[in-house]
């Protein structure tokens, strides 16, 4: 591959699709290169936005106040109860902090929420600092956790220590240790791990389920308090929509606790239909699966008139997606080609090798295949391949905008939901407003 913009050390993480399949020889899941100026998250963030959305959840970072901003109030899970996971709490590390140690304001800031709140639940993220000065979080959560009858739960993820999904493992071990102090009875019913509820989405699952007559134990973690979670373990299975956030944990619950998994997802017609009949089967529900087929197939009817109408607008046009997880980008390449259009770029943050053989086996001859990009590469080859539309978040938003490219936030900050059949109208309309907007004739003239 000869591109001036691509370092050498990331061109073995970048594949041009070819007839048939590679088998894969793309790498992914391994830390980003240095200087190669990563769109991924840290190691806390990781951490961070998978338990942020615990609602009645104190979140501690222990750290310098920059680390807090990161994620302070930037995802838009929603909460049918408690707002507290909206706030950030920070020990506001300084240099003298640095010099004589951090835990005395460590502790101070735990026994002054303590004091105010009295919380079930309490978060305290271990930033890269204090991976340097080596203070003993544990200890001072032990301590504390003592002193007022609480659980203070120790996250540690320092920054440097290895990439967004070592995040993801800590969120997942930190969870583990609150669930499995608990043993509920066993209840008919399943947790949803790997969803937020941005924009309401794990209400729109829940309905779903709902409909087909299938009980939700517990979620992981949109929408979810501390009671909902302890009762987690008593669930006889657990759907997994977000794997590369979650499946470490669907992986530690079954081996601990003998809850099996599938993994699903519920972006799209297909994968949406398919997930709710797959989940009735694992249960052996003959009946929840007839109700599945019935409301699939209805809903299914109903969009395909919809698409119709949109497809005329949008066939031929070329997206570009990039994403945290493969899951969400293999559903957007079958949602994409059900609305007519082609992905001809698609990337991931977080993807693991069998994302990247079903991605491979989807898309088109040449289209350009990126783990772990970075702004210059995304750049590259969206101008390349001439994207109409990038599918990113936050990260990405600026960059298709100075590109005078088309944009939709599929991440943290996005309005309306995008999940379910629900979803797949939002999506469609969303995409055909953004592509088809005048505004793009304009722009690039002047490009
Ligand atoms: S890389 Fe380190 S300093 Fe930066 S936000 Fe992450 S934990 Fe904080």
Redesign the pocket.
């Known amino acids: 591959m000869e591109n001036a913009s691509v370092l050498d050390e990331r061109k073995e993480f970048i594949l041009y699709k070819q007839d048939g399949c590679s088998g894969n020889e793309m790498k992914c899941d391994a830390n980003s290169v240095s200087g190669a100026v990563s769109q991924r998250a ?1 190691v ?2 990781g951490a961070r936005v998978v338990l942020n959305p615990i609602t009645d959840a104190f979140h501690i970072v222990h ?1 310098p106040i ?2 807090a901003s ?1 994620t302070w109030d930037i995802r838009g899970s929603l909460s049918s109860g408690d707002d507290l996971y909206r706030n950030s709490f920070s020990t506001d590390l300084r240099e003298p902090d640095i010099i004589f140690g951090g835990e005395k304001r460590l502790t101070a800031a735990i026994e002054e929420i303590a004091e105010k709140y009295q919380p079930k639940l309490i978060f305290v993220y271990a ?2 600092i204090v991976g340097v000065i080596g203070d003993d979080v544990n200890a001072v959560c032990k301590a504390m956790s003592e002193k007022y009858n609480m659980r203070v739960i120790p996250v540690k993820s ?3 220590s290895g990439n967004k999904s070592v995040g993801y493992k800590m969120a997942c071990n930190a969870i583990m240790e609150l669930i499995s102090k608990h043993e509920p009875a066993k209840r008919k019913g399943v947790n949803i791990l790997g969803d937020f509820n941005l924009a309401g989405e794990m209400w729109i699952i829940k309905d779903y389920l709902n409909k087909t007559g299938i009980p939700v134990v517990s979620t992981f973690t949109g929408d979810s308090c501390h009671d909902s979670l302890i009762k987690s373990s008593g669930a006889e299975l657990n759907i997994v929509q977000c794997a590369g956030s979650s499946a470490y944990l669907a992986d530690r619950m079954e081996e601990e606790m003998g809850i099996p998994y599938i993994k699903v997802s519920f972006f799209g017609i297909e994968d949406t239909a398919s997930s709710l009949i797959r989940i009735a089967e694992a249960l052996k529900d003959e009946e929840a699966k007839q109700k599945a087929i019935e409301f699939t197939s209805a809903e299914t009817g109903k969009l395909q008139q919809f698409l119709a109408k949109y497809r005329k607008n949008l066939q031929g046009k070329k997206a570009a997606i990039y994403v945290g997880g493969g899951f969400k980008a293999i559903s957007l390449i079958r949602q994409f080609h059900s609305m007519g259009m082609e992905t001809v770029v698609v990337g991931t943050q977080t993807g693991k090798k069998d994302d990247y053989e079903i991605i491979e086996s989807l898309v088109n001859k040449d289209t350009v295949i990126l783990d772990d990009a970075n702004p210059a590469e995304l750049e590259k080859f969206m101008k390349e391949k001439g994207a109409d539309i990038l599918v990113g978040g936050v990260k990405e938003r600026p960059l298709a905008y100075k590109l005078g490219i088309a944009f939709c936030d599929h991440n943290h900050e996005r309005k309306h939901p995008l999940c379910g059949f629900d979803g797949v109208v939002n999506f469609t309309e969303e995409i055909n407003r953004s592509v088809n907007n005048p505004v793009w004739r304009y722009i690039n003239a002047e490009l």
Do not use: A, Q, S
């Open positions: 840290c806390y963030c750290g920059g680390c990161y930033t890269c320092p920054g440097f």
